[in-house]
Nanobody
């Protein structure tokens, strides 16, 4: 069965850190560009960060630059999102997603979500004191 499974999110205080992981089963991630997306209450889902399968180039949404880091471990079939200096506005359901190789610019995948072919079910991250 082809699926992506995110790690459990949780409640984090402002300024805190959390690392999300997403592990694939049923298909190898090394031929897929990967991304993290989020949907805050009452808002549309947005691309947070994406990483290339070929050269590990990355894209970050402006509001998370310098605070979030995306990485991948193909040997573990896993993609990570390290989130530091968390803010209340980072509260959202976070999804990982994968897309077959295609364009080389990662902003494309984070911007045009419809190209992502496989999605996790999401995990809730709440940033609050």
């Amino acid at each position: 069965q082809v699926q992506l499974v995110e790690s459990e999110g949780g409640l984090v205080q402002p300024g805190g850190s959390l690392r999300l992981s997403c592990t694939a089963s049923g298909f190898p991630l090394d031929n897929y560009n990967l991304g993290w997306f989020r949907q805050a209450p009452g808002k549309e889902r947005e691309g947070v960060s994406c990483i290339s399968a070929t050269d590990d180039s990355t894209y970050y949404k402006d509001s998370v630059k310098g605070r979030f880091t995306i990485s991948r471990d193909n040997a573990k079939n896993t993609v990570y999102l390290q989130m530091d200096s968390l803010k209340p506005e980072d509260t959202a359901v976070y999804y990982c997603a994968a897309a077959p190789l295609g364009y080389a610019v990662m902003s494309y995948y984070c911007t045009y979500q419809r190209v992502m072919t496989n999605w996790g079910k999401g995990t809730l991250v709440t940033v609050s004191s």
